[in-house]
Nanobody
Framework: VQLQASGGGLVQAGGSLRLSCTASGNIRGLNTMGWYRQAPGKERDLVATITSAGVTNYADSVKGRFTISRDNAKNTVSLQMNTLKPEDTAVYYC??????????????????WGQGTLVTVSS
């Protein structure tokens, strides 16, 4: 699976950005997709995830401000980010988890990361 993310940029505090990520390649068994972020000097943290059934999960720090959505037909996950704060500044990574079965019934579970897109929120 290849993940192509887009939509990062520079925005003032209080503004909005929308990130998108499209999966391509061997996309069978795509399950949870989502966004993580990594600020300078910090670990990569979960921002939001969404399952193929549309069940969402958000970090407490973004609840009420960010909305994750998914188009299963287009293998795309998006993150609408509103009321951005300087502390949202980070590289945002798209992730897709995959579970499928080989011909002999053996399960294959894999996680894939996109290349990252920088979001900078100025105060």
């Amino acid at each position: 699976v290849q993940l192509q993310a887009s939509g990062g940029g520079l925005v003032q505090a209080g503004g909005s950005l929308r990130l998108s990520c499209t999966a391509s390649g061997n996309i069978r068994g795509l399950n949870t997709m989502g966004w993580y972020r990594q600020a300078p000097g910090k670990e990569r943290d979960l921002v939001a995830t969404i399952t193929s059934a549309g069940v969402t999960n958000y970090a407490d720090s973004v609840k009420g401000r960010f909305t994750i959505s998914r188009d299963n037909a287009k293998n795309t996950v998006s993150l609408q980010m509103n009321t951005l704060k300087p502390e949202d500044t980070a590289v945002y990574y798209c992730r897709a988890d995959q579970l499928y079965y080989l011909g002999d019934g053996s399960p294959v579970a894999e996680g894939h990361w996109g290349q990252g897109t920088l979001v900078t929120v100025s105060s």
